[in-house]
């Protein structure tokens, strides 16, 4: 009989975390395993992913009560849910993605002792998104649940490293690092095309140097970082520069005033300076379009906006967050910026001066990137993970 496992992820919200689990869900053998997915409710302000589902063929269940905020009444309703799925379903490993779901889901699969719990770390929250006390908090909790888990696995190993050295949150022994996998194909083989539907909706030329940055617009993101840097880029060359934000979030409005009060253009045609697209799912497209590349976030898990780019053969700027160096080619096609304005934009007009240079590369890097955050890699690692462990 097949291993029955039971996958939980944080929410159904576009991001890393939903790509592997749907991924892992449709192409882990079938005829060693059967998988129900389960996970919570995104925000507003966030881009759903079931369309990736769909796409796939992929069936998932929502716990309607399990969201992003910390509700006392909903995650004990959430929690009580997920005690009803493996009461009913009677897993053989319970595999959650990120916190939420790592919580109430190993604490459930613990009351029901089932034989295998994993847990994925897509990113962490202990620097640079709470005050110490709740961070301590988070980091007690997770050092308890850690005790009851067969095997945690970080996406990086700079991540790995964090958490079991720094961080304490369990022996490096009870560690494993698998990156995360996406089916790349549509970045690897997107051409630039001026006359796209969203080259003319945005009036994207190609006479500018045009530059993306993709993520929710949240604190932990730092987009006033980018912003700023791409006004001092501004006075640094006479090129015509142009910004692209792609995302939404609770800091929308916020970044379009501090972009106005930097004396910056919003707006969606190529006069403008800066524009802010919101969410755009097929993300291929835009960055079909970009010379550049940016991220400026103070903590990331492994930044999927990346590992796309890369396959698009785009050049980039990004701040040295979480297990960014994992994954990029350093100074090949990447430039890492420390956390200032000035160096980020210096950083930015260094490949723009050279730009058939990082172009190059960023070609060359391609094959790389495709090899390495490939989704078969990424299935074949976590079926001699289970099997592994279920021998055991």
């Known amino acids: ?75 004990y309703k959430a929690y009580k849910e997920i005690c009803s799925i493996i009461e009913e379903y009677k897993p053989d490993i319970v595999h959650t993605h990120a916190s939420k779901a790592g919580l109430l889901g190993r604490l459930a699969a613990k009351k029901y002792k089932v034989p295998v719990v994993v847990h994925t770390f897509h990113g962490h929250v202990f620097h640079s998104y709470f005050g110490k006390l709740k961070t301590n908090f988070y980091i007690n909790i997770e050092r308890f649940l850690a005790k ?14 964090e958490l079991s050295q720094e961080f304490r949150i369990a022996p490096e022994s009870k560690f494993t690092v698998i990156p995360l996998g996406f089916d790349l194909s549509r970045f690897l083989n997107a051409e630039r095309n001026y006359n796209s539907p969203l080259a003319q909706k945005y009036d994207i030329q190609p006479d500018t140097v045009n530059i993306s940055i993709v993520g929710r617009l949240v604190p932990i993101k730092n987009h006033k970082l980018f912003i700023e840097a791409v006004a001092l880029l501004k006075n640094k060359t006479t090129k015509k520069i142009r910004a692209f934000i792609v995302g939404d979030g609770e800091l929308r409005e916020e970044l379009e005033n501090f972009t106005q009060s930097l004396n910056l253009k919003t707006g969606n045609d ?98 790389k990137i495709s090899q390495k955050f490939g989704y078969q890699r990424l299935v074949n690692d976590i079926d001699g993970l289970y099997t592994s462990l279920s021998k055991k």
């Open 270 to 367: 190529n006069s403008c300076d800066i524009t802010f697209t919101s969410w755009i799912t097929q993300t291929q497209e835009i960055y079909s379009l970009t010379d550049i590349v940016a991220l400026s976030s103070l903590n990331e898990g492994t930044p999927v906006s990346l590992i796309e780019a890369q396959a698009s053969a785009c050049p980039i700027v990004t701040t040295n967050a979480g297990g960014v160096k994992d994954i990029v080619f350093e100074n090949e096609s990447t430039l890492i910026a420390e956390h200032n304005a000035e160096d980020f934009s210096a950083k930015l007009l260094k490949i723009i001066e050279n730009q058939k240079f990082y172009s190059d590369n960023a070609e060359k890097v391609k094959s």
């Open 148 to 161: 009851h888990t067969s095997k945690i696995i970080a996406i990086s190993e700079i991540q790995k490293k």
């Open 1 to 75: 009989m097949p291993v029955k496992i039971l996958r939980i992820i944080n929410r159904f919200n576009l991001g890393g975390p939903t790509f592997n689990a749907a991924y892992l869900t449709k192409y882990l053998p079938s005829d060693k395993y059967e998988t129900l997915l389960v996970g919570g409710t995104k925000t507003e302000s966030e881009a759903g992913s079931e369309f990736i589902l769909n796409e796939l063929g992929v069936e998932y269940r929502i716990i309607k009560s399990m969201s992003r905020e910390v509700s006392l009444k909903n995650d």
